[in-house]
């Protein structure tokens, strides 16, 4: 069936310069008709926002290299908080500011469910984006057929990564994470298991099957990785020995092997490192792969981060180590960053280190986007799901994005909105978490302080606590929590997909979360 227009509704729209230059009168060619154009700034941001968008045709679909950039738990909420923070650090009243990867021409959707959680975890997210097919919660590397701790149905339910499939075509591929390497998104990479807690080895408990561990240092699909960056040493390491950082930490394995030597010594040219001054040094230029795991357990939060020579990398320090080092691959490269701390400090309760730390991922993004072009590197940058952090209250422009709620309409500052106790609240609010303010067995009732341990929640008559006087933008504060829970869970909504390069534009609209791995499997190989 075909439609007829009225002639009014077509309008040509020219639209030239930057968001302070003029915009020219709308005409419409047929009727002569004029739209008086408005002195405004907002008008003419939108003006030419909406010329950017038509000149923005399908180009070419084909990648010469993809980087796909995950921010573990970065949901909306955390993206704008982040936003928000990030200009009032520079002194701006922060809402209009915009984060590297909100600067990217393509925005979708992504629906994160997995096949038998309507809330997700990592694990079934992090497959479905780097093997392109939706699972259970909790498993890696394979389809939904798989039974959850059964060795035996791996095999039959193992599915390919992307990872993988880069190796089989001989492109270079890395994967650089702030969490453990065996946390289940970087194993999502290279590891298939019924279970993501088998990190290492845990005696006759998983036999036949490998643990993630194993399977990163025994990977015999192409060359394997280039470079590997992140946390975890005691996954690597035997429980008969110490962490050589600290002698407190015991490693993990019963199988009295020590995988960081056997990965040494199975590849030649290998190096490994595990402190800032060795990463520098290590050079881009190599004959052999990069390992590097800079704490025993998950790196540390941006906010704690040791940077001095016995310290550790950034994340986009690891980010611009690892592209220097991969584009000089003559067949492209494959590159897994993740931002994995952004959910911890959530599941904490602590959204100080949670923007922090996605301030951190929208460094690394931007170094990549320095590193690489447009015309042949397709990077993506999205969630893995979110988190039940959220902007409440109604705030005035500007307000501290970690303060207390003043009102467009307060008189002074100070004079903040109260609830119907009469007491101030945060914008920043949990639905569930630590942050309750009962008392537990770990801290007093009222305001909860990082890091709150806790094992239980103690019955008592606490009312909410007066912030008048307490600092909510401290970084160990932690957000009030709505229900009570040793740690605030992920959210079931959508998640944000930014998108430049080669096929980006085929990541606009709401998407099922798998469909990622499939743009990216069509940008590097035309399938």
């Known amino acids: 069936m075909k439609f007829a227009f009225p002639a009014a509704l077509i309008l040509a729209v020219t639209v030239t310069g930057c968001a302070s230059t003029a915009v020219p009168e709308v005409v419409d060619d047929t009727n002569n008709v004029t739209i008086a154009d408005l002195d405004n700034a907002w008008y003419q941001a939108a003006q030419n926002d909406l010329h950017d968008a038509r000149a923005r045709m399908p ?259 690891m980010v611009e180590k690892a592209v220097r080092v991969l584009r000089q691959s003559d067949e492209g490269f494959f590159l897994l960053v993740e931002g994995g701390r952004i959910d911890h400090a959530h599941h904490q309760g602590n959204a100080y280190r949670a923007l922090h730390d996605t301030l951190a991922l929208a460094d690394a993004v931007e170094i990549a986007r320095e590193l690489t072009s447009s015309d042949d590197t397709l990077i993506v940058v999205t969630a893995d799901h979110g988190h039940v952090m959220e902007i409440a209250g109604y705030p005035r422009r500007g307000n501290p994005i970690l303060g207390k709620v003043v009102s467009p309409l307060a008189e002074h500052e100070d004079q903040y909105s109260t609830d119907a106790l009469g007491l101030p609240y945060t914008t920043l609010v949990y639905g569930n978490g630590p942050g309750h303010i009962a008392a537990s067995d770990s801290q007093l009732a009222g305001v909860k302080s990082y890091p709150h341990q806790l094992e239980k929640y103690i019955e008592s008559p606490a009312t909410r606590p007066d912030l008048s006087d307490v600092d909510t933008g401290a970084a160990g504060y932690i957000q009030e929590a709505a229900v009570p829970m040793r740690s605030e869970t992920h959210s079931g909504t959508d998640v944000p997909v930014y998108a430049d390069g080669p096929g980006a534009w085929l990541l606009t609209g709401v998407r099922e979360q798998h469909y990622l791995f499939h743009v990216m499997l069509h940008a590097l190989f035309g399938t």
């Open 59 to 317: 180009g070419k679909t084909r990648a010469r290299n993809v980087i796909l950039f995950i921010g573990d738990g970065m949901s909306l909420a955390t993206v704008t908080a982040a936003r928000i923070l990030e200009g009032q650090l520079r002194g701006e009243s922060g809402e209009e500011n915009l984060l590297s990867f909100e600067r990217f021409p393509v925005t979708g959707l992504a629906k994160t469910y997995n096949t038998n959680s309507q809330v997700p975890d990592s694990a079934g997210t992090a497959t479905a984006m780097l093997s392109g097919v939706k699972t259970q919660i909790s498993v890696l590397g394979v389809d939904e057929n798989v039974r959850f701790r059964d060795c035996s149905s791996v095999a039959d339910s193992s599915v390919p990564t992307l990872l993988e499939h880069a190796e089989r075509h001989g492109l270079a591929t890395g994967i650089v994470t702030t969490t453990r390497i065996t946390h289940a998104t970087p194993a999502s990479a290279y590891a298939h298991v019924a279970s993501r807690s088998w990190e290492a080895d845990v005696g006759e408990q998983i036999q036949p099957c490998t643990d993630i561990a194993t399977q990163l240092v025994e990977f015999d699909i192409g060359d394997g990785p280039e470079v590997i960056l992140g946390g975890g040493r005691l996954a690597f390491f035997p429980e008969t020995e110490a962490d050589f950082e600290d002698n407190t930490a015991i490693g993990w394995r019963k199988d009295g092997r020590n995988l960081i030597r056997e990965w040494l010594q199975r590849n030649n040219g290998a190096e490994f490192v595990w402190n800032l001054e060795q990463f520098e040094k290590a050079a881009i230029s190599r004959t052999g792969p990069l390992l590097g795991l800079f704490e025993p357990y998950d790196m540390q939060y941006e906010a704690d981060r040791d940077r001095g020579p016995q310290g550790e990398p950034s994340l986009a320090q």
